[in-house]
């Protein structure tokens, strides 16, 4: 399963899904911190949780990584073959292709 744990800034700081055009500045923060799993986690959650389709997705990405957003989806992308899990390569891996179009 993709969220076996919630997704979190600090030990004691707990983030709550939330439409991936309306982040919270705590939730910005998280986005981009060096924790690439958990970044790419919390983009995914609106798809998986509320059937976002990717365009959405690829939004979310350019508006939160701005020019830098195909290197952040071919970051997730290489994050998520490392860790061996297919359906979020090739989820990403869409992801980046969209960007770079």
């Given amino acids: 399963m993709l969220f ?3 997704l979190a ?3 004691n ?3 709550k899904s939330v439409h991936p ?6 939730e910005m923060i998280v986005l981009q911190i060096s924790n690439v799993k958990a970044a790419r986690e919390f983009l995914q959650e609106d ?15 350019r508006r ?3 020019d830098t957003a195909p290197t952040a989806a071919a970051l997730f992308a290489l994050d998520a ?3 061996d899990d297919q359906w979020n390569f090739q989820f990403w891996t869409r992801i980046f292709q969209r960007l770079m179009n």
């Fill in 4 to 6: 076996q744990k919630p």
């Fill in 9 to 11: 800034a600090s030990p």
């Fill in 13 to 15: 700081v707990r983030l």
């Fill in 21 to 26: 055009l309306r982040r919270t500045q705590e």
């Fill in 47 to 61: 798809v998986i949780l509320k059937g976002a389709d990717e365009s959405l997705i690829a939004d979310s990405t």
């Fill in 64 to 66: 939160i990584y701005a």
């Fill in 81 to 83: 073959w490392f860790e």
